[in-house]
């Protein structure tokens, strides 16, 4: 069974940074895109970066400059780098690995990240 382990979450003052980290443990083959997402209250959730096995990266415009997605294949880990960090970045961050065959999306459970003087 597979399970994604979410660490790295916090406190952080604006303009503060976080790293959050990701690792898929179990038996998970031919690992596709990683990614990153956060749901802050009352709100949907939103995409921050995603990553391509190649080393490709994806954006929210309001990230964009902010925060790197970097992954290590070999860890089937997956990293997120918050640097100026805004309190409407404030939100439950999920990180997400899709595996590719058989096709399947798993989900991280969460960590909180609050940005707050």
């Known amino acids: 069974q597979v399970q994604l382990v979410e660490s790295g979450g916090g406190l952080v003052q604006p303009g503060g940074s976080l790293r959050l980290a990701c690792a898929a443990s179990?038996?998970?083959?031919?690992?596709?895109?990683m990614g990153w997402y956060r749901q802050a209250p009352g709100k949907e959730r939103e995409l921050v970066a995603t990553i391509t096995r190649g080393g490709s990266a994806n954006y929210a415009v309001s990230v964009k400059g902010r925060f790197t997605i970097s992954r290590d294949n070999a860890k089937n880990t997956v990293y997120l780098q918050m640097n100026s960090l805004r309190p409407e970045d404030t939100a439950v961050y999920y990180c997400?690995?899709?595996?590719?065959?058989?096709?399947?999306?798993?989900w991280g459970q969460g960590t909180q990240v609050t940005v707050s003087s």
């Open positions: 179990g038996r998970i083959f031919s690992v596709g895109d």
């Open positions: 997400n690995i899709k595996q590719i065959l058989p096709a399947t999306n798993y």
